[in-house]
């Protein structure tokens, strides 16, 4: 569903320590919206200071009533948090938006349609679904919020030796293979109490990841109120490893899509979050679920 939308504020957040230019890209941002836009809008810049601190910058900035529009130059990481502080504050009229910085941006490459500048100037806001997590918080605690992907296993050690072994494509070669050679598989129990050993286990909003793998065939289907399941069980590395290179080249096809996800850990596991990693600690229901046209979003 899309809209025309004006602004009454706009809030571009930006990690002035970007090793993707990001302060540049946000200041030119906002010179080119200064110029396009027909109507009277406070456009702020605005950096963070620490990790986290994203969230927190969202939040404020539409929390109450009003058309806020938060705009992260960053890449997937940076843009889960903006994601996150604007749906803990609870605003209809709030509207998201990304402007690719760092090292990769596989949401903004995606869903991508247009320059942002001119899809602000058009209002042009449509929905689309987020994965909402639960991973053994309390009752009062928020949800986390994954604007792409949720991956077990085989991602979030992949994206720890990425950043351990820094950027560029020969480093990131090195490092995929470091994680084959390491690779352990993990167990989960579903919900009918069945154990399930794995390699790899993505919940995924959209299409691809890291940059090259294509998950699934699931094009156009961020609005649909489900998401795909890609498994790699346990079997021979070889064959992970085939299956990998298959995703890189031709994809994976046609995955099965849900609206709930369920498990138990078993022990204590690592997940990536939208290029995030975080634990969860063993004995731990976790639950991914599809929020339909959660997010309000533009570009």
């Known amino acids: 569903m899309t809209s025309a939308r004006t602004f009454d504020s706009i809030v571009i957040i930006f990690n002035p320590n970007s090793t993707g230019d990001a302060p540049r890209l946000a200041e030119r941002l906002c010179g080119k919206l200064k110029d396009v836009l027909s109507y009277p809008v406070d456009i702020r810049l605005q950096p963070t200071s620490h990790a986290g601190h994203a969230v927190e910058l969202a939040r404020d900035a539409v929390r109450g009533t009003g058309d806020v529009l938060v705009v992260s130059v960053s890449g997937d990481g940076g843009y889960n948090e903006v994601v996150n502080g604007v749906m803990q504050a609870g605003n209809p009229g709030a509207v998201c938006a990304v402007l690719a910085a760092g090292n990769a941006n596989d949401h903004r490459r995606i869903i991508g349609t247009r320059p942002l500048e001119e899809a602000i100037a058009e209002g042009s806001v449509r929905t689309i679904d987020l994965l909402r997590v639960h991973a053994g918080q309390g009752p009062d605690s928020p949800a986390e919020y994954a604007h792409s992907y949720v991956g077990v296993g085989l991602t979030p050690v992949m994206a720890m030796d990425l950043e351990k072994g820094g950027k560029g494509a020969l480093r990131e070669k090195i490092s995929v293979i ?40 699931a094009d156009d289907k961020l609005a649909d109120g489900k998401f795909e399941v890609i498994i790699f069980p346990h079997v021979a590395k070889w064959r992970v490893l085939w299956a990998t290179l298959r995703a890189a080249t031709q994809g994976l096809g ?46």
């Open 178 to 217: 470091r994680t084959f050679l390491k690779i352990k598989p993990f167990e989960i129990r579903h919900t009918d109490g069945k154990r399930r050993r794995l390699y790899s286990l993505v919940l995924a909003n959209i299409p691809e990841m890291a940059k090259y793998v294509t998950l699934s065939d």
């Open 254 to 299: 046609e995955q099965p899509s849900v609206s709930s996800y369920s498990f138990t850990t078993l022990k204590p596991l690592s997940y990536q979050i939208d290029g995030e990693v975080k634990s969860v600690d063993a004995n731990i229901a976790v639950r991914v679920e599809c929020a339909p046209a959660a997010l309000s979003t533009l570009g």
